[in-house]
């Protein structure tokens, strides 16, 4: 038996018996290095070096802004300006919810942490609208998909880091998408708002609309403060990250005042920790798994394989969309990005794939994972915090899983909608 077949079969023996990824990916890779006869402290080296990044500060910065800003009540003014702005059309409660979406996914970067903070509030307000309760959370759960599309996307943070390519590059590569997304959800809303006929919301004055919207300037103000700091060149994205914390508990502090949730606070931070922990771990054991499989050449291995089907792009780019779809039904998107990335990627440069563009369609892809049975993390949560049935989301989300997948393809065939924002502002 070979050492990288050895690799291969004891990592994937411990998937099978449920080992968590990373230790799953340590374990394997230290049996092959005392199956070569090469010295353990490399294993060490390599860790080491895979969890040796600023970069990687941005992911649990990231998450623990977006609580805070939960924490903070910025979920009811986002609610609040989107009902103000979208409200009064038929169907209106639908717009709101998408709308909503992509303002707190501005915040938070994570479909989760979208679906955990607003999820509740944006179903009892399309039921009360005149949706019913089913189709309300599959909308609510098939528009958090933004949050981890748009800047500050953690996944996009995260392909960025693994892969040495532009972060800013690719968080604002995620802009484009995530409004196509919005808008294709919206059309899905349109469509499907004719035949159950919901309420509409009052029109409001132009007194009550400033009201409305001074109101909730300060809360809207955080994604212009992560893009715009980016874009300027006053931040870093791990700095905007750090940025959008203070900013975070600056928003809580003023708005509760003395009435400061100290316990929820210390909760939200113990969450963010942890992430932390986990992200590191899964980065460093991912960099000693990742460098044993570039020794064996594998990534070599999979772009022969390829290559050898069809060495037409749009064909391959198909059939990765389709690969990528199936694993993430049935993997976490975290875990699938340490592992599949690294060998697709310089397999796309090789083809001549721009690495923004493969980096956002991966994502994407993954993203639409999130949403989709038996596995999908949104779903489960989505169920959760509204309390409808897993399979009754599932039967009403197939035209936003449609809509989602018609927007992959028009980002995977059309790579500007990608490139078109990174290369004006100089960060391809």
């Known amino acids: 038996m070979s050492a990288l077949t050895l690799l291969l079969a004891v990592f994937a023996f411990g998937m099978i018996i449920g080992l968590p990824l990373s230790f799953a990916m340590l374990t394997s890779t230290v049996l092959y290095f005392l199956y070569e006869g090469q010295p353990l402290y490399l294993v060490v080296q390599q860790f080491y070096i895979g969890i040796d990044s600023f970069t990687l500060l941005a992911i649990p910065f990231f998450m623990l802004a977006g609580d805070l800003m939960v924490v903070s009540g910025t ?256 993997m976490d998107m975290l875990p699938a990005i340490f592992i599949i990335v690294p060998m697709l990627m310089p397999a796309m440069v090789k083809l001549g794939v721009d690495p923004i563009h493969f980096g956002v369609v991966v994502v994407f892809n993954l993203v639409i994972g999130l949403i989709t049975p038996p596995y999908g993390a949104a779903l489960f949560t989505g169920s959760i915090v509204t309390g409808v049935p897993l399979e009754k989301i599932v039967r009403a989300m197939w035209p936003f899983m449609a809509a989602a997948i018609a927007v992959l393809l028009l980002i995977t065939y059309v790579p500007e909608t990608v490139l078109f924002l990174p290369r004006l502002f100089g960060l391809d």
């Open 75 to 330: 979920a009811e003014k986002m609610l609040t300006f989107s009902n103000a702005v979208v409200g009064r059309f038929r169907g209106g409660v639908g717009y709101v919810t998408v709308v909503s979406s992509m303002l707190f996914g501005g915040c938070s970067g994570s479909a989760i942490s979208e679906i955990a903070g607003l999820g509740r509030m944006q179903v009892r307000m399309m039921e009360k609208g005149g949706f019913p309760r089913a189709f309300g959370t599959a909308l609510a759960v098939s528009s958090s998909i933004k949050g981890a599309i748009i800047p500050p996307s953690i996944p996009m943070v995260l392909v960025g880091a693994i892969t040495g390519t532009s972060i800013g590059g690719m968080l604002i590569g995620g802009a484009v998408p995530g409004v196509l997304v919005a808008i294709a959800m919206s059309v899905v809303v349109f469509l499907t708002s004719r035949g159950m006929a919901p309420q509409r919301e009052g029109r409001l004055g132009l007194r009550e609309m400033a009201r409305v919207t001074l109101g909730s300037l300060p809360f809207l103000a955080m994604p212009f403060i992560i893009l715009g700091g980016i874009l300027s060149g006053v931040f870093t994205p791990t700095e905007a990250s750090a940025a959008a914390v203070g900013y975070g508990f600056l928003l809580v502090l003023v708005r509760q005042g003395r009435n400061v949730k100290w316990g929820e606070l210390g909760r939200v931070l113990a969450r963010s920790g942890a992430l932390a922990g986990v992200v590191l771990l899964l980065s460093g054991s991912s960099a000693v798994f990742s460098w044993v499989l570039a020794t064996e050449r594998v990534p070599d291995m999979v772009a022969g394989l390829l290559f050898s089907v069809t060495d037409n792009r749009y064909v391959i780019l198909l059939i990765i969309n389709i690969f990528l779809l199936l694993w993430g039904m049935v």
